[in-house]
T-cell receptor
Framework: NAGVTQTPKFQVLKTGQSMTLQCAQD?????MSWYRQDPGMGLRLIHY???????DQGEVPNGYNVSRSTTEDFPLRLLSAAPSQTSVYFC????????????FGPGTRLTVL | AQSVTQLGSHVSVSEGALVLLRCNYS??????LFWYVQYPNQGLQLLLK??????LVKGINGFEAEFKKSETSFHLTKPSAHMSDAAEYFC????????????FGKGTKLSVKP
């Protein structure tokens, strides 16, 4: 099992550009989520999904879109990047019955200039 | 809303010394409680969890934590620190009534001196 994979590992964007952060898992997990990690702020939930076709907002959803067309993939889209979105982004997944015990990907470090 | 407070953003101990990382939660109903560890440039890894049953839970790498309902605490301890324990530690809670979304504390960075 590859677990939870994220691409790219690093990305630099200019203000106003758009991009998609990729997340995939091969554990057949129903629950997937995106967090951002900022110094001194811990991890904050952006969006989550409880299954294919079902997504919902977390604590800090503004400026981000998600979709879940398959169980395996949960991409995060930045519509118009802003410097405030400079952060490390983590994707996580878990089984529905153990949805509070999440497996994390290695993260994507994003810088917006 | 649930919240998690970790006392001390940075803790430094000597190798072989006791490690104590503090975590308090705010909830009228005991939530599920977790400690995650993040090694440099890596994702988070579950260290231990409390859901039900025994209030003293043991995790990986010799860590343990005790759920104290009266103190709304879930402090993480390890009797003897090792250099490899240097990492950032996050306490998290999950509302039993929610869809399992985790709420994280702000983290405590542990340094271990030789």
């Amino acid at each position: 099992n590859a677990g939870v994979t994220q691409t790219p590992k690093f990305q630099v964007l200019k203000t106003g550009q758009s991009m998609t952060l990729q997340c995939a898992q091969d554990m057949n997990h129903e629950y997937m989520s995106w967090y951002r990690q900022d110094p001194g702020m811990g991890l904050r939930l952006i969006h989550y999904s409880v299954g294919a076709g079902i997504t919902d907002q977390g604590e800090v959803p503004n400026g981000y879109n998600v979709s879940r067309s398959t169980t395996e993939d949960f991409p995060l889209r930045l519509l118009s990047a802003a410097p405030s979105q400079t952060s490390v982004y983590f994707c996580a997944s878990s089984y529905w019955g153990r949805r509070y015990e999440q497996f994390f990907g290695p993260g994507t470090r994003l810088t917006v200039l | 809303a649930q919240s998690v407070t970790q006392l001390g953003s940075h803790v430094s101990v000597s190798e072989g010394a006791l490690v104590l990382l503090r975590c308090n939660y705010s909830s009228s109903v005991p939530p599920y409680l977790f400690w995650y560890v993040q090694y440099p440039n890596q994702g988070l890894q579950l260290l231990l969890k409390y859901t039900t049953g025994a209030t003293l839970v043991k995790g990986i790498n010799g860590f343990e934590a005790e759920f104290k309902k009266s103190e709304t605490s879930f402090h993480l301890t390890k009797p003897s620190a090792h250099m490899s324990d240097a990492a950032e530690y996050f306490c998290a809670v999950s509302d039993r009534g929610s869809q399992g979304n985790l709420i994280f504390g702000k983290g405590t960075k542990l340094s271990v001196k030789p």
